[in-house]
Structures are given as structure tokens and as C-alpha cells.
């Protein structure tokens, strides 16, 4: 499935407590304009794993109760990224940000570190090197 249905359904998903979406893959060229915000009023625990970074399906949900968020993602941070990390993080109550990011660059994780919104939260990060063939 591409992003687009699956922010549909979600949007179906009132009473998920937890989420795990992997191989999540979108078109560039859309920018899910179409869609309003999918609401997941009690989600405590979400977990993406994505090619790209998930910018675009942060600035989509909202999640209220939202405790917990673990991204990996293969791609480098975006300015577009702090803007929907940012933005989410405004709008829950996150414990933990974790993040895996393949590689990452130091110049990422700084710009996340220096978010005002997770002068309360615990970030942990995990980086890996390509893997050597």
C-alpha cells in the first residue's frame, strides 16, 4: 500500500492503541494535499519504517496520547522534516523519540536535539554505516 491508503485507513483506526507501519512509500510529486489530518485520539505507541523520511505522514496525523514514536528511516533529514517532527511534538505528549536513521549525519541529529519541544523528552538515536559488500 502507499501512504495514501494508508492514512485512509488509519483514519478508520479510532481505538489503536499501538501502530507499526513498515515499507511505507510515497509519490514525491504528491504532496497528500488532498488529505486532512487523520486524528488517532488513543494512540500511545507508533512505529515507522520508511525509505524516505516521514515528513509528510507526521504533518498528517494527529495524536493526542501519542507516548512513544520510533522512526527508521534510509534517508537523510530534510528541512521539511524538523517542520513535521516539530509540529507533532506540539500537539502530544511524547516520553520517547527514537530514531534509527541509515546513515545519519551529525548535522541531523543536532538540528533534532535542538528542537525546543523535547527539552522533556528522551531521544535516543541509533546510526549505521552502509553495509560493506
Known sequence: MNIEERLR??????????????????RRHNPLISFGRTILPNLQ???????????????????????SLLIITSSNL?????????????????????????????EDIICILELPELQNISVRFGCTAPALV
Open 9 to 26: 485507513y488509519l483514519g478508520q483506526c479510532h481505538q489503536a492503541v499501538s501502530i507499526m507501519l513498515e515499507n511505507i512509500k510515497h
Open 45 to 67: 505507541d507508533l512505529s515507522l519504517t520508511m525509505y524516505i523520511y516521514p515528513e509528510l505522514l507526521l504533518k498528517k496525523l494527529m495524536m493526542l496520547k501519542l507516548k
Open 78 to 106: 530534510e528541512s521539511e522534516g524538523i517542520d513535521g517532527l516539530s509540529e507533532l511534538l506540539s500537539t502530544c505528549s511524547l516520553d520517547t523519540l527514537m530514531m534509527i536513521q541509515l546513515p545519519a549525519s551529525v
